[in-house]
Every structure is written in C-alpha cells, then in structure tokens.
C-alpha cells in the first residue's frame, strides 16, 4: 500500500535530480552540487549583495541577481521601519483611491522609495488579505487597517487589525467547519492512515466532484490520478500564495484553522502516496506563516506527521516555504519556480507539474481552500459533499464580501448561489447607502457585472457567460465615488506592476494597454486596443495574459466605456 520512500526531502536544497529543463542555473547547480534553493532564504533582509550571496553558493552572480530583481520583497527599497501599503482594487474601492497619498504624506515619503535618513520605506503591494476592512497596510509584521489608515500609521490614531468575519449560508459548513464549531482538527486523518488506502480517499474525492478552488477549476481528483501515472518521489503543495485582491479565504484558514489545512494536504498526499508536502504562503501572510509552523509543531507532537505518521508505517514531512511578493507566483509553476530558488517566472507546458514538478518529481498544487475541503468529503462522503452546488458544478465556495459591503466578511455558499442573494441578503448591499456602480468578481483575472447582473448564479459557468469568472470567489463593490476610467486605470496598474515578464505578448501588452488607456479615444487607439488585447489572449503563456484582456472588456461594459472592443 505504501511505496518506499526515496531520494531527499522537497525541501533540502539538492534534488535537482530527474529535473528536465532547460534553466541553465539549475544544470549548474546540479553538476557541481550547489544549493540553489537557499538563494531566496539568503536574500531575506540580508544586506548582503546578491553578487555576494551567489559567490558565497559557489554560483554565478545571475543566479542570485535574477530573484533578487525580480520579488518585489528583495527589489523594493528598504528602511529601518518598512512599511507596505495595499493599493490594490478592493483597498482603492474603500478609500475612494485616496489612501495611498494620504500614507505617503503622513509619513513624509513616497511609494516605493526610501527617506533619506534611511528611517522609513513604504512598498505598495496589491493584495494584504485585509479586503474587508481596508484599506491596509503591514508595519513591518504587524497589520493595520480602516479609513484612518494614515493617522494610524502616523501614530495619531489606535492601531486596528480587525478579524475575518465569517458565516455559513450552505447546507453543510465544509471549509468553515471548524471555524464554525461543527468539526475538530485531524478528525479524519488518523482513521483513514491507520485503516484505509489511498484509493479510499481519491474514490471519495471523485466522487464529490471537487474543483479546485484557486481559480482553474481543475477536477481534484484528475490530477491526483494523472501524478500517479508518474513514479514516487511525488509531491503536493498546498498553494497559499492566495493574491487576488478581493479573496482572503486562504488566510482566514491558515490562520485560524491551520490544523484543517494540513489535514486537507496530509490526506492528499496519502491519496497520491507522497511523502513530502509543503505549504506555500506569501509573504504577506506573516500570521499565517507563524500559525502554520505553530501548527506543524502541534501536529509533529501529536503523532499526526513523521516517519510513522498515525503508527501506520506511512512516512509523511510537511514544510512551510514563503513567498516573496509576486502575485504570478500564485500559478503553479511560476510557484514551483520559486520554490527551486529561481526567478518566479511561469514556465511552459508540457511537461505539467503532474508529470514533472518540483526538482522534477510528479508534483500535485491544489489551493489551501480546495484540500481544506478534503477532511470533510473523506468523513461525510463524496456523495453527501456533490449534492450541495449544481448539477454542472459540486459543493461550496467560501465567496469574499469587501470593505464596501454592510456586511463584509467570508461566506461559505453553496456554488450556484445567485449573486444577489450574496451581495444583498448576506452583505447586507453597500454601507452608508451608497449606490452599487460595479462589482468585480473572481479577482484581476475575473471581470465585472453591473447592477443587473446580480441574479447571475455564482458558478464558473454563468459566470463565463457574463464576462466574468469564479476566481477565488473574491467580491469587490464600487460605489460612484469611482469612475469607470480610474478602476480601469487601477486594473492596468495592477497586470502591468504583477506580470512576471516570461512572455512578450502579457510583458508589452500590460505596458501598451495602460498607456493606450490613458490615450483620447479615436478610430486608431481603438484598433491598437483591441491588437493588444487579442495578443495577449491569443499568445500569453499563462491564464494571466489570457485573461486581463475579458476582465477589461467587461470592466468597459459596466461602465459603458468607449474605446473598447466590444
């Protein structure tokens, strides 16, 4: 039942082994045994150059030079107190778009840069997790958050971190069960790795019909079989990396239920038989990296993980690696890319992680909302979990209600669930009596419904039918303080800031179409928008590039922009 274990740990710096790829700096790296992946580690509020640390690996100057340019936590000017400020849409949309210059004044220096004296820096990011209650900002590690954002960072005003709200309006709490009390931690677990087998645990999950939830929609269970067409080592990466603005799903689980995350990630490694995992977070988690290796600890000591998890003979590690402030790093290869030390760049495919992953092992990436839903499905069946959502689309999705929002908080709903309900009967319509312009669902790779779009069911499907996607299931409202063409100029901020740069068709195209953007409409600035969107969806290597231009168009619909294609 279970297969020998071989070779070394996910998380040991060798094992560029079996790896088939063209990086030239991993071919070195493995010809003359360097640790490449301890780049990034290095690089971590080091002051040391990147030129340095590489000659220190006994590897080119490029290899360290590459992600230390490219992660916006190494590139980003840094002081003695560091600042990172939200300007992303669901923070934008709380704020009116002011905030940002109203923390640079307070503090007396400019987004992305340093002050003189080398005192303070401010870093504007795009996505702090704090989406119900922005906008935000992370003093160092330490969360603030709400309309007086600059006093509090001024020290005028008490600091605020306010918690996640969070509610259940499904049939059955499955990813908020222990939130909600209705299930306890690694109730599952123990049962099945002591008595059952992995195909036990995969039947079930096929049978619930799970999807993923980090916005592909991958059936689970089909790739779960397809890395078990591949020969062990394999590995699962539960994939934190949660940077949609909108979403904070992914954090209200790693912080206040870890224990379920790593549940979800023990049970589908015992189901592809892998003996490593690893919890991919980012950075701009830093609550849930430390409950997570909390939990990791707690888990160890209870028996739960180790060379003889459960007392079953089945060998099982799990680890936690941090990101370092890329929202691309969110697509699994670009964060598998990251995790062997490289710049976080999306890599081509074939070959999928599935057959060649991490340091060329079969590798499975689910999201942390998709496997915490697993310990559920393993303890009430695949059955019971398959006849909550639709008849196209199974089970629950924990859909993020922002800042603008009466009632703002995480709802598990079943998939399917009309918007309006959502936005109207459980967020409570828009605080203060303001008026609903647009609602941006699914993220930057989403798109935008209109005031009479909300009787659109919430599954991928309607959704797609409207010019929008599922995403994270993220829902960010704008009132009429903003117009169309600032939201619009904040979404071209945010492709042409967050593209990793791989591919020519996204890297230029973000950059044209914000500048085209800006641009007074006319018969040849029309044309030239819609080339740059249709490169982009036509030729970008990732769902990043293919997916900005529907969100534009439909964000151009809503608000009845001219100049787009329609």
Partial sequence: MHEPRGGRSAAEPAGQEGRDNDDPFLRYAARFERPIVEIKSMLRGSVTSPAEIARALGLPAAAAEGPASFFADFSAPHGTRHIRACGAAACFAASGGRHMAEVEAALGVEAGSRSADGAVSLQEVRCLGYCFGGPAALDGEDACAGPDLAAQLQGSSPRKAPPIPVSCDSAYAVVTAGLLGASTPWSAWPGVVAAGTPEDVLSQVESARLKGRGGAGFRVAAKWRAALEHPSPRVVVANGDEGDPGS???????????????????????????????????????????????????????????????????????????????????????????????????????????????????TVVNNVETLSAVPWIVQHGGAAYAAMGTADEAGTVVACLSERFLRPGAYEVEIGTPVRRIVEDLGGGLRDGAAMRALQIGGPLGGFLGPADLDVPLSDAALTSRGAALGHAGIVAFDDRLSGEQVLRNLWDFAAAESCGQCSPCRVGTWRGRALSERPDGPGIRRERGEVLRTMAAGSLCAFGRRVPSAVLSLARVYGLDGWPS
């Fill in 248 to 362: 904070f799903a992914d954090r209200l689980l790693m912080e206040q239920d870890p224990h379920r995350v790593l549940e979800g990630l023990a049970l589908a490694c015992f189901a592809v038989r892998a003996e490593t995992g690893v919890v991919f977070v980012r950075s701009e988690y830093p609550h849930a990296v430390a409950r997570l290796k909390e939990a990791l600890l707690e888990a160890r000591a209870a028996g739960h993980l180790g060379p003889d998890a459960g007392g079953s003979g089945f060998s099982l590690e799990i680890h936690v690696a941090v990101g370092a402030g890329s929202y691309v790093s969110g697509e699994e290869t670009a964060l598998l890319n990251g995790l062997e030390g490289l710049r976080g760049v999306v890599r081509p495919r074939p070959p999928f992680p599935t057959a060649r992953g991490l340091h060329g092992r079969p």
